[in-house]
């Protein structure tokens, strides 16, 4: 499979629609994010507002979209920014989840949702940092 990100024609992030669409997916995300009471006390802030922005930044970044993220925040180093938060399988697929029907309510072909899924996968793999109670 070509790196989205280096794709010849446009990046991903131009071929699925640009900001409208990560914004769109970020915004169903978090609303289900917002009831879950697993993932809820995981943001600190009591308006998820500025969470949706980081991850849309984050997400545009990624798939070759402005680097605002980057500008704002520095190296995404995503390991250590989640390092204070306990993340086990349960947040996992909980986050997996929401992400997964967020990604199912945007309008994008089945090859780029698969592409962006291997991706979410992998991103919240790495970021489990405590084992889950046995």
Known sequence: M???????????YDEIGGTATFHQLVEKFYEGVATDDVLRPLYPEQDLGPAHVRLQMFLEQYWGGPGTYSQLRGH?????RHVPFRIGELERDRWLAH?????DSIDITEAQRDTMWSYLVMAANSLINAPDPT
């Open 99 to 103: 992400m997964r029907e967020a990604l």
């Open 2 to 12: 070509t790196d989205p990100k280096t794709r010849r024609d446009g990046s991903f």
């Open 76 to 80: 995404p180093r995503l390991r250590m």
